[in-house]
């Protein structure tokens, strides 16, 4: 059973959730942009939430399957189509021997995630099939007429459809960072109500930010410092958002770190959109 | 003076005085992971830690802990002789910046053993310290789009080598051909925090 890439649309890549534990050899986690909506389209068809998956970025994907298979697609606002008959996401599929599968160009957010049931089947790098875009490691991304082949059928049944809401403005909740104080009280406040514009530069490793020029109460340089997905650096040109496949160490300071949810969403942000960032209160963490 | 932050809900930053403390910090937690700790990467003058799944107050006492009642745990690494071919475009820069020539910049670079304190930055790179004083030299005020693979450079009180292209800030005085990173080997990193390198003048 194999699947065949007809075309493979702007930029697809092999994820899963990534390679965490390397990061202090210089190799970031990398994994899906969109955690949730990977864990979810996997779910859906019976594998692992961690199951190799593919990640399309604003669709345009067509493939075709030599034997019947279940799929599932969730994320950006694309629909599936099947024979050239449309299926809608967040609901399991099935694919028929010869058929052709798209995911078509969404109408809102960027990364759709295409679930097999059995996984995709590439040989990993250091324990996992991502592809890191940054630095170049895990499987290449799809190009036409690669033949993609499965995993072992999971145990697991498929799984029942979800409903997801479709997104509104995006409000992203982050935990204030630990080089906030960079920020004096006026910048800072101005950092949480400002209607941040996302920039053409966007992709895997970060989303720039426009809006108002913060002042800041230091402008010391800052030395490198380890980084995390989700971190919030502010730098010369306005705050960038760190995605999956970031740098693993920074001098910029960080600002503010997204939570995890809100990394999901900041995963789907497209050029022109306006975003805000909500402070979140801290949990208890007895520090000194 | 030891400052612990939080960093978002899965991370913490450690804020220490000196390199030694850094080093220290990161070999003890290394050697016996808090339960759902994944990574730890040390820096300058930091050490992030973090998880997916942990218990951060647990955490940040295993650090506490750590940092009030360091364990010596020496690491012992291999050494490695490295040709440099000093030609990197920084380096009238460096000689303007330490009042130094450039014959006694290739100097102190060669006779010094250096020590790679940590990894990080891109896979492969190590960062080296050890160097004499007089070589430490700013970064560049504006970073290059891109610095050619092998480049060898100067930060502060690191020297460094570029293991593949990339953006750079570091001031470059030279090259080296041997490869730092190479994905399919079996241990695809030549440099390990603990090991040695010198490096040999060639033309």
């Known amino acids: 059973m194999n699947l065949e890439v007809l075309r493979p649309g702007p930029l697809t890549t092999v994820q899963d959730l990534g390679r965490p534990g390397l990061a202090h050899l210089g190799i970031g986690r990398s994994g899906a942009a969109d955690r949730g909506s990977a864990q979810r389209a996997n779910t859906l068809v019976g594998n692992d939430a961690g199951a190799a998956l593919l990640e399309t970025t604003l669709g345009r994907l067509t493939l075709r399957a030599s034997a019947p298979v279940l799929v599932a697609l969730t994320g950006a606002g694309s629909v599936l189509l099947l024979d050239g008959a449309e299926h809608p996401r967040d609901t399991v599929a099935e694919v028929a021997a010869g058929a052709t599968l798209a995911v078509s160009a969404p109408t809102w957010g960027v990364r759709g995630y295409l679930a097999v049931r059995g996984g995709i089947e590439v040989p990993p790098w250091q324990g996992s099939r991502s592809r890191d875009t940054l630095a170049g490691l895990g499987p290449a991304p799809l190009r036409a007429g690669d033949s993609l082949t499965l995993g072992p059928e999971p145990a697991r049944p498929a799984s029942g459809p979800v409903r997801v809401d479709v997104p509104g403005a995006a409000s992203l909740q982050a935990l204030l960072g630990p080089r906030s104080d960079c920020l004096g009280e006026r910048g800072l406040a101005l950092f949480w109500s400002a209607d941040w514009r996302v920039g053409t530069q966007a992709d895997r490793v970060g989303v720039h930010l426009h809006g108002p020029t913060l002042p800041r109460a230091s402008a010391a340089e800052l030395a490198s410092e380890g980084t995390l997905p989700g971190a919030v650096q502010l730098t010369p040109n306005g705050p960038v958002i760190l995605l999956a496949d970031a740098p693993v160490t920074g001098g910029y300071p960080v600002v503010a770190v997204l939570t995890a949810p809100a990394l999901d969403r900041a995963a789907q942000l497209r050029p022109g959109e306006t975003v805000r960032l909500v402070p979140l209160r801290g949990h208890s963490l007895s520090l000194r | ?203």
């Open chain 2, 1 to 203: 003076m030891t400052r612990l932050m939080p960093y978002g809900e899965h991370g913490l930053l450690v804020e220490l005085d000196d390199l030694d403390a850094v080093v220290a910090l990161a070999a003890g937690l290394r050697a016996d992971l808090p339960p759902g700790v994944l990574d730890v990467v040390p820096a300058a003058r930091t050490v992030l830690v973090s998880w997916e799944s942990a218990d951060a107050d647990e955490v940040a006492a295993a650090v506490r802990a750590l940092v009030d009642s360091p364990s010596p745990v020496a690491v012992v690494g291999r050494e490695h002789h490295l040709d440099v071919r000093y030609d990197g475009a920084d380096l009238r820069e460096v000689a303007r910046l330490t009042c130094l020539p450039i014959p006694e910049i290739i100097e102190l670079h060669t006779t010094a053993t250096w020590t790679v304190a940590f990894t990080g930055f891109a896979p492969g790179f190590g960062y080296l310290v050890g160097g004499d004083t007089r070589l430490q030299v700013p970064r560049r005020a504006g970073p290059r789009a891109s610095v050619p693979a092998g480049a060898v450079g100067l930060a502060g009180e690191f020297s460094g080598i570029y293991p593949r292209a990339s953006p750079g800030g570091w001031q470059l005085i030279g090259t080296c051909p041997t490869p730092l990173w190479r994905p399919d080997a079996e241990v695809p990193a030549l440099l390990a925090p603990g090991d040695t390198v010198r490096f040999r003048a060639v033309p």
